[in-house]
């Protein structure tokens, strides 16, 4: 079952326990232990262990103690063991889903029978089976029981439910787990790499890094990317000893490809993964003993030392600027840091005064052509200098569009007829324009956007995945998810995959852009009564809500990175970021990056 917000029903997450008070003999703080395993992440003072059971513990103060055991740094989870009778001791998995609470005030316990305990907390985030985060929305309450039982005169936990792993305060997360990227191939035939971020528990992280590793695909990049490890592979042995900065993986694997490009492109996996643990600078890798590939010197540090090729990032155009009265001109990018009451100067263009009727221009990756949507959404336009490129209609209530580095142009719009189910929508801006057949709009499929409405996406830099805003048919409930982009090998789209939801503590949002490659900025807002504002939002971790507000933001672009984000507004104003507030360059209509 699923959270919910309060009021209303609570929903049970998980058969689950909380927090420990320091009653019935139990430590108020930790004990710390010195040493950590050698492949355990995080810093290297000590460990932190929690007392477990003393005689004469109620019932709830087993439930409290068994909660905060659980938040120990071990890895073992020993003490938090004997708090559970024989059956649950065995069957526990501290690694499975975990709920996130703002800290131990926010847990209650209440004894409702002689064998019964119900417990409930406020929320903030949940971290699935696999290290996959969820923020949740403001007020989520987690509501469950648990059965006891006496065991020689003592109480203790009796049932678990199979999906339960451990309840952790925001203070014990950040000080147990770390988000970490797990990289996968691009599906479409170049040797790029693709992060899933992940939260790990820092004991034992070389392991952990392992065996995620040799984990599928997740749903959202299914198709869109894939993993060069056959399945069916493990560990020969469940552990990855790191020694003199060496990771020493072993795989036992039912088949392997003998090809030297997958045997690397296995490696490189292995490699720009686990070189994230501060332990590990090199990996060696291999299989029932066996060298995976012979001839090393010493086992690699980077992906380049396996033959993998770098792929040069393309050379992006110079800004565009579309002034107040419809002129675009060139800006340099560091004119963006110069505001002036008429805006930075620029260079003339042979782009056509683009009237006030068209709106959300965007610049292609080499900046030989530009878009622009109808103010009533129903025309698409492309301008390569002075000429336009006529588009036919193809849907209504279109979004702002998007370029990519495969000079693919993105909008999104409301199907009809054959294509009514259709949100998505990319079209081959590399093909020649009298070519009908090869530069029209084609349907990108995404079944999970069934019913809803695009109002912003955008691709990422490595051209792999998109992130997509919609809303339902009145605006409300936004949604900002991430989804793999299916390509054929030429690179032309073809679907979409899954989707991994994003910032849903927004109840109102307008506008989403890539800042790097694994975290997205959003414009708008938390609370109804809030003001609008850009939040910087990771693909998995709790959304940065530290930016200051912008009156009347519209549209939000980056020149790069979170420090070059810049807002429009609806008075025509172009605002930049100084620190965490905002500073006004000048006037504009719009502010296209190439490629964003």
């Given amino acids: 079952m699923q959270p919910t917000r309060r009021p209303g029903l609570w929903a049970c997450l998980t058969a689950a326990a909380v927090m420990v008070t320091g009653c019935g003999g139990l430590a108020a703080e930790s004990s710390v232990q010195p040493g950590l395993r050698v492949d355990a992440g995080g810093p290297p003072a000590g460990r932190v262990l929690y007392p477990g059971p003393v005689n004469g513990m109620t019932q709830e103060q087993i439930v409290r103690g068994f909660v905060r055991a659980g938040a120990a740094s071990d890895g073992d989870y020993r003490n938090a063991r004997l708090f559970l009778a024989g059956g649950p001791q065995k069957s526990w998995r501290p690694d499975a889903a975990i709920i996130v609470f703002s800290d131990f005030a926010a847990l209650t316990t209440t004894l409702v029978d002689d064998t019964t305990v119900r417990l409930h907390a ?221 805006g930075p100067t620029g260079t003339a263009t042979s782009y056509p005064v683009l009237p006030s009727g068209w709106v959300g221009m965007a610049e292609s990756l080499t900046g030989l052509e530009i878009a622009a949507v109808s103010g009533d959404r129903s025309q698409l336009a492309r301008w390569r200098g002075a000429d336009r490129i006529a588009v036919p209609p193809f849907a209504g209530g279109l979004s702002r569009p998007a370029y990519d580095r495969h000079d693919m142009l993105w909008v999104g719009g409301i199907g009809s007829g054959r294509y009514a189910a259709i949100r998505v929508w990319a079209i081959n801006a590399a093909a020649d324009p009298s070519d009908r057949q090869n530069s029209a709009p084609r349907p990108i499929p995404a079944d999970w956007l069934r019913r809803r409405v695009v109002a912003s996406l955008k691709v990422s830099a490595d051209g792999q995945r998109i992130a997509v805003l919609s809303t339902n048919a009145s605006g409300g409930d936004p949604h900002v998810d991430i989804s793999g982009i299916v390509r054929a090998p030429n690179g032309i789209p073809e679907r979409l995959s899954g989707h991994l939801r994003v910032g849903a503590t927004l109840t109102m949002a307008r506008d989403v852009v890539w800042v790097d490659a694994v975290t997205v900025a959003i414009l708008g807002r938390v609370s109804p009564r809030d003001p609008v504002k850009p939040y910087i939002v990771p693909l998995g971790g709790p959304m940065d809500e530290s930016l200051d507000p912008v009156a009347g933001a519209v549209t939000l672009t980056t020149t790069g990175g979170p420090r070059g984000l810049v807002v429009t507004t609806d008075k025509g104003s172009i605002v930049v970021r100084a620190g965490r507030r905002w500073v006004e360059l000048g006037q504009g209509l719009d502010l296209a990056v190439a490629g964003v």
């Fill in 122 to 342: 406020e929320a903030v985030a949940t971290i699935d089976s696999s290290g996959h985060y969820t923020q949740l929305p403001p007020g989520t309450v987690v509501d469950t029981t648990m059965r006891m039982v006496q065991d020689r005169g003592q109480w203790r936990v009796n049932s678990l439910n199979e999906n339960f792993g451990r309840w952790l305060s925001a203070a014990d997360l950040q000080r147990l787990y770390r988000p970490y990227n797990v990289y996968y191939l691009a599906g479409s035939g170049n040797r790029r790499l693709v992060p899933d971020v992940r939260w790990f528990a820092l004991d034992r992280l070389a392991t952990r890094l392992a065996r995620a590793q040799l984990e599928p695909v997740p749903d959202y990049l299914d198709a869109a990317a894939k993993s060069a490890i056959p399945s069916g592979a493990r560990l020969t042995v469940d552990a990855v000893p790191v020694e003199g900065g060496v990771a020493s993986v072993d795989l036992t694997t039912p088949q392997l490809d003998s090809e030297p490009a997958t045997r690397q492109n296995i490696w490189a996996q292995f490699v720009a993964t686990l070189t994230q643990a501060p332990e590990v600078q090199r990996v060696a890798l291999t299989v029932e003993g066996a060298e995976l590939m012979p001839g090393f010197s010493q086992p690699p540090a980077t992906v380049e030392d396996l033959g993998f090729p770098t792929i040069p990032e393309p050379e992006h155009a110079k800004p565009l600027l579309r002034r107040s009265n419809g002129r675009v001109i060139t800006i340099e990018s560091s004119a963006l840091l110069d505001p002036s009451t008429e």
